[in-house]
């Protein structure tokens, strides 16, 4: 740029700047993607709704994991699936940052951990109306750890949820 004042020619730098993409490192994927599902309440699976949320705001991992303070490999076991419990905390974060339902980010063993397993085992019983030693037996399970479970000391692995709760517990 330049400009004449006086006779004088004057000359003033040009600064460019330069803005970091803010698109998916794999965008032909993200896209593709995307195209095959207008929706996220289309996906019936957390980790691809992850993936999904993700690409729509354009974002990468890294900065997904960063927002919700995990590492970025914690962030991609989350998508990948290698999970099989996704945190309140954390499901609560990943719900604000893509401004849906936390419903909406669960399957239905973690809709059952996040509500709060103890509370739901223990309605769950009563309205058989059977105290903790029979409902335990009923379900093969040992009393100590129903107990603990309904105490929410431990936390139920969801392949026992699945074998024992999925079909009795309401959601």
């Known amino acids: ?3 004449t004042e006086d006779s004088i ?3 003033a730098p040009l600064c460019i700047h330069t803005f970091q993409l803010i698109a998916p490192r794999k965008l032909l ?3 593709l993607f995307n195209q095959q ?15 999904w949320c993700r ?11 960063e927002r919700i303070g995990v590492s970025r490999e914690h962030y991609i076991d989350f998508e990948m699936g290698n999970v099989d419990y996704y945190p309140k ?9 893509y401004h849906i339902p936390v419903d909406d980010l669960l399957d239905d063993y973690n809709r059952f951990q996040y509500k709060g397993q ?3 085992l223990r309605e769950c019983r009563e309205k058989m109306g059977l105290k903790k030693k029979p409902f335990a037996r009923l379900l093969h399970v040992h009393p100590n750890t129903y107990r603990d479970w309904e ?6 692995f969801k392949i026992t949820w699945n074998k024992y709760f999925r079909d009795i517990v309401d959601l």
Request: glycine content about 4%; some cysteine; overall charge positive.
């Open 55 to 65: 690409h729509h705001m354009g974002l990468m991992q890294k900065e997904v994991a």
């Open 1 to 3: 740029m330049c400009r």
């Open 118 to 120: 103890g509370e739901l």
């Open 37 to 51: 599902y207008h929706s996220y309440e289309e996906i019936k699976n957390v980790p691809d709704r992850l993936r």
């Open 89 to 97: 905390e954390i499901v609560d974060r990943l719900a604000t940052l």
């Open 29 to 31: 994927e993200a896209q």
């Open 151 to 156: 105490a929410d000391k431990k936390r139920m």
């Open 9 to 11: 020619v004057r000359y």
